[in-house]
Nanobody, 117 residues
Framework: QVQLVESGGGLVQAGGSLRLSCAASGGTFSSYIMAWFRQAPGKEREFVIATTWSGSTTYATSVKGRFTIARDNAKNTVYLQMNSLKPEDTAVYYC???????????WGQGTQVTVSS
C-alpha cells in the first residue's frame, strides 16, 4: 500500500511560480509511474504531467513549457515545478501513482493552488 502526501500549495500571482512536493511511503517508489492531476471547481479531475522511474515525461498540452516534473528516487519524492502560472491553473492538485501496467490506484489528499489575476 502506497501513501502519498502533497505539500507546497498556496496563493500566487499570475506569472509566478510554485513547487509542489509529493512524498511517498509504503511501496517501491522507484517502480511507480508518478503523476500529478488537478481538479478545478466545477470541473472533472484532469491529467497534468507524469514521469516514469527513468524520468520519461508526458504532459498535458495546457502545461507544456510551463510545468516540469522531477523525481528523487532516493527521497521517495516527486516534485511539480509550475512556472508562468495562470488563473486557469487554479485547482486542487493531486499526486498519484501507478504500476507500469495498472491504473492510478494511489492518490494523495490534494493541495490547493490558487493563482490570482
Amino acid at each position: 500500500q502506497v501513501q502519498l502526501v502533497e505539500s507546497g500549495g498556496g496563493l500566487v500571482q499570475a506569472g509566478g511560480s510554485l513547487r509542489l512536493s509529493c512524498a511517498a511511503s509504503g511501496g517501491t517508489f522507484s517502480s511507480y509511474i508518478m503523476a500529478w492531476f488537478r481538479q478545478a471547481p466545477g470541473k472533472e479531475r484532469e491529467f497534468v504531467i507524469a514521469t516514469t522511474w527513468s524520468g520519461s515525461t508526458t504532459y498535458a498540452t495546457s502545461v507544456k513549457g510551463r510545468f516540469t516534473i522531477a523525481r528523487d528516487n532516493a527521497k521517495n519524492t516527486v516534485y511539480l515545478q509550475m512556472n508562468s502560472l495562470k488563473p486557469e491553473d487554479t485547482a486542487v492538485y493531486y499526486c498519484a501513482a501507478r504500476t507500469n501496467s495498472g491504473n492510478y490506484n494511489y492518490w494523495g489528499q490534494g493541495t490547493q493552488v490558487t493563482v490570482s489575476s
